[in-house]
């Protein structure tokens, strides 16, 4: 895999004031379906922020098939103690199967509500329905993550496949996950989010 080098904003290595933990809670798009260990979305993001600086460790909590009942499930395990953030991708699973949105939601919400009472921060990532579920599923799921992320006041990143979806040389064959360099540009894409999520927790007391 080629090496991602990328520097996002000057002088955030003397931000840092702390080493931070996030666990990346999520589904196949986060446990890196059919590619190697090195080219999942927790290992590529952990490299590229550690390239601009920041004393960070990602886990990698992410169960291929889960939905966001599983997801909900294992949430306790999943995420230990000591840990400082979450980014929190689940649903694509939900929508594929076209589960009820607002079952959907009120799973999702639980789970940011439970991490942050434990004083532990979220990034949410938010995902679209396939247009073919029909527009009124379309608009209830879509619609549930800018309500999480208003309801909790938690960062949105508001589409983890953006700029990778229906890009056929980023996909693998199924044509539903990321291949090595379409992680690469999701990790592109969400790193200036993630770069502001991880120097605000560790410049946290």
Do not use: C
Not at 31 to 54: C, M, T
């Amino acid at each position: 895999m080629a090496a991602l080098s990328m520097v996002v904003t000057p002088g955030v290595r003397a931000q840092a004031r702390r080493p931070v933990t996030l666990v990346a809670l999520g589904d196949s798009l986060t446990a890196g379906y059919l590619l190697p260990g090195d080219a999942a979305f927790p290992v590529v993001l952990e490299k590229s922020l550690r390239d601009n600086g920041l004393d960070v460790t990602i886990g990698n909590a992410g169960v291929s098939g889960d939905t966001t009942a599983a997801g909900l499930q294992r949430l306790d395990w999943s995420v230990p103690e000591g840990t400082h953030g979450v980014i929190l991708e689940l649903g694509a699973n939900d929508a594929l199967r076209g589960l009820d949105p607002a079952r959907t939601e009120a799973n999702l919400d639980q789970m940011i509500s439970r991490l942050k009472a434990r004083s532990i921060a979220v990034l949410l990532a938010g995902m679209l329905a396939p247009r073919n579920n029909g527009p009124e599923y379309v608009a209830a799921f879509d619609g549930l993550y800018p309500r999480l992320a208003a309801r909790h006041g938690v960062p949105l990143y508001p589409f983890f496949l953006d700029g990778v979806a229906g890009v056929p040389g980023l996909l693998l064959e199924d044509g539903l996950h990321p291949n090595s360099a379409g992680v690469q540009e999701i990790v592109r894409r969400i790193l200036p989010m993630a770069t502001d999520f991880v120097t605000q927790l560790a410049a946290r007391p």
